[in-house]
Every structure is written in structure tokens, then in C-alpha cells.
């Protein structure tokens, strides 16, 4: 019941929001009669229609976008966790490598795309390695953070019981670093879809990237196209996050905002 | 009564610390960029070595020998690491050719050259970044008013907000072109709508994690629900604001530049790709590092505002 009714202004709020949306390309083209009223925003009837049309080949550019995320997301994930697992237990590692992935989250990343891009021509390792880089720093650092929130009482009670360092790391400081690891997870997800996407605007030869590029050269007539292209992106970095989201609460179901009732905040 | 005050001020604190080591994330980690040894004040306590370092007592010289090591040792893996890019060594490994990967000579040649387009182009970006950060996080604030103002159908609102966080800017680009025009609105605008989601979060978060304890004395005091809102929720989520706050300026940053990728005939990210395609990698390389020394400045000054403004607030006490 509880849910339910969480659920309803939601609802509401979306069917409000596509229905502003309609009337305002409405009122932009037969009223206002502003110059490619369609190419600014689209029906959003039509774009649907379009989407139901071009379906088949926009889920088949879609995965292999998705696909070149992924796989950079993974490999950048497990680095970044490695690194974690590296600064925590090593003083010298830390003090090395952690001022650095502090200042690349200070730095715009994705300026690199154009970079890495001319350096690895081939597009599928560049889109994997851009994906991979962005996702690498802020696994690491919320990692390590997580690593560092053990508590120092349950540290001794290990100690106490001459627990090996690995049983160390397996039983406490591993389960209390998932909370960290999934928020930068969560943070990298969306952003690494964005870079793989990002790569294909810069010139690939199949992904949503490219339709989208394709069908904003071909002009007003592609428009209902190009929007659906722009659509798909989103809902690739949303579906990224949402997917995230659902393993933490798999992985990681004792966190504080996953509690129904008491505890608190 | 007085038990009564006496455990709102605890709840306060655990609720305070709980913000302070949120907001301490990204606090004691900037000051080990910069070099400074005294992380030790503002770490959170739950952290493992600020418990050991209180423990011995020669621990003024060792503490001197540990700065040391916090800031040679990175230097020196930096420096070692610019030498070994300077003698071929990368280049060696991963069988690549100078004009793909530039040396650092050609990069600092390159910046000194073209030293006063870059300087005109960063400001141009950074301006962008600013505006459009500016207006997002305000949107963004006034988002997380009305979503706690009005919890049952402003958290509605908060949803879309979160979703927009997803949406990749690239895709943003060519929309925001049609609307505002090639000139400096679009990238403005493209930046406002990726920060404006990180803020309405960040701050409806912030206003939410307000003591219940700190409004039930409030309403003892018949506050008004303005007074509420301007004493105990909008006072209590500016930790939370200026996490946002610095989130946004990388994320203003990249925005801005990756705008400018697509459509633009100034700035830095236009350079930048336009100096890729005629193959000036140089030129490409030296924009990267003047957009780096720019995000890291942005991000120094939001850092410093922080501390101005919320030098009341008991995760800033030394």
C-alpha cells in the first residue's frame, strides 16, 4: 500500500510531463510557428511511433553501446577495486597513487575522449578504455573509503582472535567496503555509457552514437529518428544506474536507506 | 526538560557527525593534493590511523618525517613518471609513434606558443561553467525546497531530477543547439541541467537529515514553517550543498567542454577537437592541461567558499 502510494505522484508527474511536452511542440508549431519547431521538440506521439518502428535496430546499436560500456565499466571497476584493496593495505601505495586519484576527479575526464581516441584507433578498445577510465577513480576512492570505515573495536576483535589477514579482509573489511564500492559504482555507471557514447560521436562506425550523429546531419526529416536516438541514450544511463542499484540492494541489503521501517535515517 | 535538551544536542552531534564525515570525503583528500600534512584534524574519526597516530609520543618527528614522505613521494613518482614519458619509454612499450602521443617538451612548447588563446579559451570555458552551474544549483535548490516543503508530490518531482542525472550529455549537445543557438546559451544550458540533479539530491538530502529533535523544539517555540526552513533545514543541509556544489564544478567543467566538442567556435574543448583533427596533438594535449589547472582552480575556490561559509559548523572545527 505503501508503495503504491509512493508510486502515484510519480506517475502523475510523468503523465504531466509528456502532456506539457506535447502541448508546447504543439503551441511551437501551430501557434508560434517558431523556424523547425519539430527539430526543437517533437510530438512526443510521433517520436513513439518512430521508436516503435526503428525499434529492432535501435535495441541492436543500443546493445553494442551498452555492451562497449559494460565491459570498460567491468574492467575499470575491478582496477579501481584493486587499487582500493592495494592503497588500504599498503601505506606506500596510498601516499603514491591516492593524491593523484584525487586529482583526476578534479579534471575533466572525458576531455580525454578525443585523445585516447586518436591514440587507440580502433573504436571498440577506445570506447572500452574510455569507459574503463572514467569508471576506474571513483570506484577506487569510495572504495578505499569504505575499506578505511571499518571500525577500530571490531579491528582489535580480530586481532584478539589472531585472525589472519586475509580472513581480516574476507569477513569485515570486504562487506564494509560494499556501501562505498556501490556508490561509486553508482556514480560511474551513467558516466560510462556517456564516454562510450561520446567515443562514437567522434567517429565509429556502429552504436547509438552514431545513428544519433547520422540522423542530426540528415536534418528535419530524420527528426522524429534523432530523438529517439537522444531517448535511448538516456534510458541506457538510466537503465545503468537502475541495474547498479538493484545489485546493491542484493549485495548490500543492510544499508541504512534500505530499511522499511525503524533505524532511522 | 534539560534531559530532554541534553539528548537533542547528542542527536544533533550524531547527525552532525554523520554530515561531517559525508562532507569529509572529499575534504581531507584535497588537502593531501595540495600537500599540506595536517589531514589528521579533519579526518572522521572512524577512520583506522587517526587512531594510531594519536598513540606515540616522539610523534612530532616522526609526524614531520610522514609530511615528507606525503608530499616527495608523490612528487618524485610524478616527476619520475613525466621522465619516463619524455624518454620514449611509454612510447617503447605500447608501440606508439610521437605524433600520437606527444611528448611533454612538445606540450610545454605548444602551451608557451599558443599561450594567450588558450588563456582567452579557459576563461570562455570556465565562464560557461560557472554560469550554468550557477543557474543549475540554484534550480537545483529550489527543487529540494519544494520537494520538502511538499514531501508527497515534490519527491515526484525529485525522481525526474535524479533521472535527468543519468541522461548522458552528449546526448544533451545537439538538443540544447537547437534551442539556444551555437552561442554561449547552449553550453550554459547543458551544464545547468547535468548539475542542477546532484544539487536537488544533495540538498533535499541535507534538509531531510534535519534533527527531529531541533523541530520538535522549533514547534515548542511556535516557529513559523519559513522560520523552520531558514533556521534548522536550509542551515543544516549547507554541508550537503557544498558537496554538491563541488561535484558540479567537475561536472560544469566537463560539460562545458564536451559542449563545445560538437558546436562551437570557441573555447577549449572546441580546440581541443579541432586540433585533434588536423592532427596538432600538441596543441590537443596543452588544452587538457590548461582545462586541468582550470577545473582544479574552480574546484579551490568552491573549496574556499565552503570554509567561509560554514565555518560555524562542527565538522569545520579544528
Known sequence: MKAQGRQVPVLVWGAALLMLWEAVSWFLLEWAEVPMAQSKLPYIHKVLATFGTYGGVLAAESRITFANAAGGFFLGAAAGALLAVLMSASKWAERLAFPYAVASQMIPILGLAPIVFGIVRDEEAARMLIAAYITFFPVALNMLRGLKSVSPAALELMRACAASPWSVYWKLRFPASLPGLFSGLKIAAPLAVTGAILVELMGASRGIGVMMLRNLYYGPSHVYMFWSTVIVGALLGIASYAIVSGLERIAAPWQPEFRTKGGGR | ?318
Open chain 2, 1 to 318: 526538560m534539560e534531559s530532554g535538551l541534553l539528548s537533542s544536542v547528542k542527536g544533533e552531534e550524531a547527525v552532525r557527525e554523520q554530515a561531517a564525515t559525508e562532507a569529509a570525503g572529499a575534504q581531507p583528500v584535497m588537502e593531501t593534493a595540495m600537500g599540506a600534512a595536517e589531514t589528521t584534524a579533519a579526518e572522521p574519526a572512524t577512520e583506522l590511523p587517526a587512531a594510531k597516530r594519536t598513540a606515540p609520543p616522539g610523534r612530532r618527528a616522526r609526524s614531520a618525517g610522514e609530511a615528507a614522505g606525503r608530499v616527495v613521494l608523490p612528487l618524485a613518482a610524478g616527476a619520475l613518471f613525466i621522465a619516463m614519458w619524455e624518454l620514449k619509454v611509454f612510447h617503447r612499450l605500447l608501440n606508439l609513434q610521437a605524433y600520437q602521443l606527444p611528448l611533454p617538451s612538445a606540450i610545454v612548447r605548444a602551451m608557451r606558443d599558443n599561450f594567450d588563446i588558450l588563456l582567452s579559451y579557459a576563461g570562455y570555458t570556465l565562464t560557461e561553467a560557472i554560469l550554468g552551474m550557477a543557474i543549475g544549483s540554484a534550480v537545483g535548490f529550489v527543487v529540494a525546497l519544494a520537494a520538502t516543503a511538499w514531501p508527497g508530490w515534490g519527491a515526484g518531482s525529485l525522481f525526474f531530477a535524479a533521472s535527468l542525472n543519468a541522461v548522458p550529455i552528449v546526448a544533451l549537445a545537439p538538443i540544447m543547439n537547437l534551442w539556444f543557438g551555437s552561442g554561449m546559451g547552449s553550453r550554459v544550458a547543458i551544464v545547468a541541467i547535468t548539475t542542477m540533479a546532484a544539487m536537488a539530491i544533495n540538498a533535499h538530502k541535507g534538509m531531510n537529515m534535519a534533527d527531529p529533535l531541533a523541530l520538535d523544539l522549533m514547534r515548542s517555540y511556535a516557529a513559523r514553517k519559513r522560520q523552520v526552513f531558514r533556521y534548522v533545514r536550509v542551515a543544516g543541509s549547507l554541508p550537503y550543498v557544498f558537496t554538491a556544489l563541488k561535484i558540479n564544478t567537475t561536472a560544469g567543467m566537463i560539460g562545458a567542454i564536451v559542449g563545445e566538442f560538437f558546436i562551437s567556435s570557441r573555447g577549449l574543448g572546441y580546440l581541443l577537437s579541432n586540433s585533434i583533427k588536423v592532427a596538432k596533438m600538441p596543441l590537443g594535449w596543452s588544452c587538457i592541461v590548461m582545462a586541468a589547472i582550470a577545473g582544479v582552480l574552480f574546484y579551490l575556490i568552491v573549496e574556499r567558499l565552503e570554509k567561509v561559509f560554514i565555518r560555524w559548523h562542527p565538522s569545520r572545527r579544528t
